[in-house]
Nanobody
Framework: QVQLVESGGGLVQAGGSLRLSCAASGRTISSIAMAWFRQASGKEREFVATINWGGGSTPYTGSVNDRFTIYGDNARNMVYLQMKSLKAEDTAVYYC???????????????WGQGTQVTVSS
């Protein structure tokens, strides 16, 4: 399994920006699927973004498209989620996840971080 530790969450005003970080150990991130999910209070965990290591477009959920960017640093074995133009509805606990290549749904990922809280005030 991969060990994942997220950081970078916090309280931000609507329209602001945050960058979440995910430090991975145990596997090289470029050899596996890496993704961000989020879970708002009382709601199911939902997919946010995943890195497409093969190039081309990076799959994002529609509500964050053009506002969030996922990218990786292979030298540091880290994955980031740059978030801009944040909205109140982005408030959630954000989780980093790792799984086999091609993973996309919650059940496909077998390693999860502890989560980091993002709160956007309107």
């Amino acid at each position: 399994q991969v060990q994942l530790v997220e950081s970078g969450g916090g309280l931000v005003q609507a329209g602001g920006s945050l960058r979440l970080s995910c430090a991975a150990s145990g596997r090289t991130i470029s050899s596996i699927a890496m993704a961000w999910f989020r879970q708002a209070s009382g709601k199911e965990r939902e997919f946010v973004a995943t890195i497409n290591w093969g190039g081309g477009s990076t799959p994002y959920t529609g509500s964050v498209n053009d506002r969030f960017t996922i990218y990786g640093d292979n030298a540091r074995n880290m994955v980031y989620l740059q978030m801009k133009s944040l909205k109140a509805e982005d408030t959630a606990v954000y989780y980093c996840a790792a799984g086999p290549r091609g993973a996309r749904n919650v059940g496909d990922f077998d390693s999860w971080g502890q989560g980091t809280q993002v709160t956007v005030s309107s």
